[in-house]
């Protein structure tokens, strides 16, 4: 088994702050990419940020420059940092790792349960 826990999640307010992690653990061999997910109520999921092992990042353009994710390879952790936070922030976050689990395994998907984040005044 392979699990993906997001944690850090909460209730801010606007202009406050927030940093999840996701931790991968489990059997694995190499992880490829890890990303962050949210989905709004009544939204389909949304594609927040990604990093692929090596370094380019893609963000939502909702986003840009007030997140930012990075990744510990060694830890298997990948993390979002999220500055001025805005209501519209409101979602669930679901943490995504693409990985092999040994040398010749195939690259699987796998994703968090999701941790809820909640910008209100």
């Known amino acids: 088994q392979v699990q993906l826990v997001e944690s850090g999640g909460g209730l801010v307010q606007p202009g406050e702050s927030l940093r999840l992690s996701c931790a991968a653990s489990?059997?694995?061999?190499?992880?490829?990419?890890m990303g962050w997910y949210r989905q709004a109520p009544g939204k389909q999921r949304e594609l927040v940020a990604l990093?692929?092992?090596?370094?380019?990042?893609n963000y939502a353009d909702s986003v840009k420059g007030r997140f930012t994710i990075s990744r510990d390879n060694a830890k298997n952790t990948v993390y979002l940092q999220m500055n001025s936070l805005k209501p519209e922030d409101t979602a669930v976050y679901y943490c995504?790792?693409?990985?092999?689990?040994?040398?010749?395994?195939?690259?699987?998907?796998?994703w968090g349960q999701g941790t809820q984040v909640t910008v209100s005044s």
């Open positions: 995504y790792a693409s990985l092999k689990r040994s040398y010749s395994d195939y690259v699987h998907d796998y």
């Open positions: 489990g059997s694995i061999f190499s992880i490829y990419a």
């Open positions: 990093i692929p092992r090596g370094g380019s990042t």
